[in-house]
């Protein structure tokens, strides 16, 4: 069972950047997914999810009105859309999956998540 996070880069204020989540050695599209982010000297936080089907999202209100998170089940994907960055929105950027499947339902708390990717790097800078 992997996540495997793509898609950050070096961006600056005011950009844009998708990062995508995918897995291997199960099928994404049974569970929720969580994103979280972790900059250098804090700790991790929790930054939006998805529900199995997409039907239920949540988002820290830090980043409520530009980030969006979607999926593609066709692709066992889920990314996250990421707008009108900020340099406060430096991170290392992670995705991970509950232990098992949740229908209708996804938390942005740390704990409720068991599978986790290596990661992604997000530096919005000028």
């Known amino acids: 069972v992997q996540l495997v996070e793509s898609g950050g880069g070096l961006v600056q204020p005011g950009g844009s950047l998708r990062l995508s989540c995918v897995a291997s050695g199960f099928n994404l599209n049974h569970f929720a997914v969580g994103w979280f982010r972790q900059a250098p000297g804090k700790e991790r936080e929790g930054v939006s999810c998805?529900?199995?089907?997409?039907?239920?999202?949540n988002y820290a209100d830090s980043v409520k009105g530009r980030f969006t998170v979607s999926r593609d089940n066709a692709k066992n994907t889920v990314y996250l859309q990421m707008n009108s960055l900020k340099a406060e929105d430096s991170a290392t950027y992670y995705c991970a999956a509950p232990p098992q499947f949740s229908a209708g339902y996804c938390s942005v708390g740390e704990s409720w998540y068991h599978y986790w990717g290596q990661g992604t790097q997000v530096t919005v800078s000028s």
């Open positions: 998805i529900s199995v089907g997409g039907g239920h999202t």
